[in-house]
């Protein structure tokens, strides 16, 4: 059971025996310093290694307990807002170079896990659809907008019609289909980037909390029960896990709970997402369903449930199932989790200095699978020498959440349950 997070996930009892790596034991020193066990952490700590970098890891529970191991596995296109809404606020040029950055850091994914024999258990496909019909417009818009302004073809926009055949649902009025993209299994790629940091020399540890942060005189000290860990530069890659570890970070990326359950495989001749593609839809408070590679349903939604209890996840999972497939409303949930997500005031990446040679990453905002991957890699870049990369996230405009330590998780959630009933209406 994960010690962090309700409900044993499809991902761990799909996995036999998950690798495990020790627990620091004692001080010790190196170049660089991740605190993290998820994607970020992971991505860095191998692309450092494999340059030669002395680099040491931890991670408070097993690699892939937080949002990187039980996400709902979709890797999408671009960043968390379409480019055409980001050009409004940045620019043509910076909205392109973001963009450009979104498409090399899916390739990245796909080629590094070809390259290390990590089966993932990529498949192709994704839509995003309206559930409300003064939305098709936008899709529209959205799918010409990529095709002739940034130069991305593979997005059509689907009417009600096509959406229905490809959805196996009439509940939604449009979308588009992305034929570029797809879903993958989060925790074998989790293991799978643990298994080549590791071989590259990275020193790993499980089950080794950080316990608090300092940086003076040029070092970085990170101290946890059994030791501390002094370095010349830091990672910081907790994302929505970092409780009252480091600040600013703490200000900026707001956990929220997501919830995904389970099916028994549906079957061949399932109606359901007959393309077997990930499907996202247009709620603030946004449902994810994909069919796996043996056509069980995972299906997940973020809602203000806060259980504790799996049972209770199931229930909520199993209406909003039925909600877009009516037969499907006595469905068997073999499995049902939570966790949390990172998300930031304006849904971009939160990645900022935070102190003297500390770089924080996190707040992904449900593009986490595709981009903190890629954020890894930058990070390592940018210890290299080259930040320009790294830098195009770190001058994102991303405030703090109003409202201070003690206010913002009361207004945050005030503020999720009046966008679930607008989504509603």
Do not use: C
Not at 6 to 19: D, F
Not at 310 to 335: C, F, G, N
């Amino acid at each position: 059971m994960n010690p962090i997070s309700p409900g044993l996930s499809w991902y761990e009892a799909a996995i036999p025996e998950q690798p495990e790596y020790p627990a620091l034991d004692g001080d010790s020193r190196a170049d660089v310093v991740v605190i993290g066990g998820g994607f970020t952490g992971l991505s860095a700590a191998a692309h450092l290694a494999r340059a030669g970098v002395d680099v040491a890891l931890i991670e408070a529970h097993r690699f892939g307990d937080g949002a990187s191991g039980r996400n709902g596995g979709q890797l999408n296109t671009g960043q968390r807002a379409w480019p055409e809404e980001m050009e409004a606020e940045l620019g043509f040029t910076r909205a392109k170079a973001l963009f450009d950055l979104a498409e090399e850091a899916k390739a990245h994914l796909l080629g590094f896990t070809q390259e290390h024999g990590i089966d993932i258990e990529y498949m192709p496909g994704h839509m995003s659809v309206a559930h409300k019909a003064r939305y098709v417009k936008d899709y529209r818009a959205h799918a010409e907008a990529m095709a002739v302004r940034y130069g991305y073809g593979h997005i059509a926009f689907m009417d009600a019609r096509e959406t229905a055949e490809r959805v196996g649902s009439t509940r939604f009025f449009g979308g588009v289909r992305d034929t570029g993209t797809g879903h993958v299994n989060p925790l074998k790629l989790v293991i799978g980037t643990a298994r080549v940091a590791a071989a590259a020399g990275a020193r790993l540890f499980e089950n080794t909390k950080a316990t608090g942060i300092s940086s003076a005189s040029g070092k970085v000290r990170v101290t946890t029960p059994r030791g501390a860990i002094t370095a010349d530069k830091a990672l910081v890659a907790v994302n929505a896990y970092g409780g009252d570890l480091e600040p600013v970070s703490a200000a900026h990326v707001m956990p929220i709970g997501s919830f995904i359950g389970a099916t028994p495989p549906l079957g061949a001749d399932s109606p359901v997402l007959p393309g077997f593609e990930a499907v996202d839809d247009s709620r603030f408070v946004v449902r994810y369903f994909r069919r796996d590679r043996e056509g069980r349903l995972l299906f997940g939604g973020r809602e203000i449930y806060a259980p504790g209890d799996p049972q209770d996840i199931s229930v909520h999972i199993r209406r909003q199932i039925a909600e877009i497939y009516p037969a499907l409303k006595d469905v068997e949930i073999t499995h049902a989790w939570g966790g949390y997500v990172g998300i930031t005031l304006p849904r971009k990446p939160f990645v900022r200095e935070v102190m003297p040679n500390v770089i924080s990453a996190g707040g992904y905002s449900g593009h986490g699978v595709m981009l903190s991957n890629f954020v890894g890699r930058l990070y390592a870049e940018t210890v290299a020498g080259n930040r320009d990369r790294l830098r195009l996230f770190e001058e994102l405009k991303v405030p703090p959440f109003p409202g201070g330590r003690r206010l913002r998780a009361p207004l945050l959630f005030l503020a999720l349950n009046w966008y679930a009933l607008r989504d509603r209406f």
